[in-house]
């Protein structure tokens, strides 16, 4: 049981988070990004080749940072805001590597931190008024099994 | 003295710059991103706030992060054409602080590497037709002296 378990998320949730992303993040758009899934366990965004390409027409490495990003970044929005740990969620620094070329559409997918790892960060938001936590997110092209970037955040949550 | 002192950029140059980046990455047009200056020792972009807000009114860090690679990569693709080494420049992986938000308009600045590594480089390039550099670059905002986010970078150059 991970933190989320109890947690579903409709249609309408899904559509909430992709207007949100659309609303606060306009490169979300000119990316062409969209929520696939969000499910207790994974969450999955989706784009396109065609905006994100590069010199190779593949995947631009930008693009598929800004992609590992949103997904990190959107996992960690809705689980705090399923929680009503309302605040501001801001990147302090990431890293990223890119073993393989996506040479088609991309996936960005983040699974649940650990529990003793939301357990801290949750008890020092309530305590202080600010945590940071860990989040990292994978990217594979769309129908691929091998991770085509792995990246790790570090973002911080503060009222 | 390093390995682009005897390198004079025209506005031609500048403009092929940009026009390659626009060209070959669409992400970079969605962005607004324009080729501010090059010059011997700097190279310059600019991206606008306006497509690359995020929900606090500042650069997302996803569009900081890309045009921190754009501007590393032309730093690169610049001088290796002047060096007549052809080839494709391919980011293995990154990583970026963010110390601070941009509030208006950003730009990504790169600075050579030293003669050391750029000699390294092209030794083993003109050896092996593959070779690794590490360039770096920052982020500041318009008119500001602080770097608001610090890039590194890996990058392959490959026949």
């Not at 590069?54 to 949103?70: D, E, I, P, Q, R």
């Not at 699974?111 to 989040?135: D, L, M, Y």
Request: glycine letters at 10%; hydrophobic letters at 45%; one cysteine or more.
């Amino acid at each position: 049981m991970n933190q989320r378990s109890d947690i579903t998320f409709t249609a309408a949730q899904v559509e909430a988070l992709e207007h949100r992303l659309h609303q606060d993040i306009p490169l979300s758009v000119a990316m062409g990004v969209t929520v696939r899934s969000v499910d207790a366990n994974v969450l999955t965004l989706h784009a396109p080749l065609a905006p994100n390409h590069n010199h190779k027409g593949t995947l631009f490495g930008g693009s598929v940072y800004s992609l590992a990003v949103l997904a990190a970044w959107s996992w960690l929005y809705v689980n705090t805001q399923a929680q009503g740990m309302d605040g501001h969620i801001v990147i302090q620094g990431g890293s990223i590597e890119y073993p393989l070329p996506v040479s088609g559409d991309g996936l960005g997918i983040c699974h649940p931190v650990t529990e003793e790892a939301w357990a801290r960060f949750a008890q020092t938001f309530a305590r202080r008024g600010k945590a940071r936590i860990n989040v990292s997110s994978v990217v594979r092209g769309e129908g691929g099994a091998a991770d085509a970037a792995r990246f790790a955040g570090v973002f911080v949550l503060h009222r």
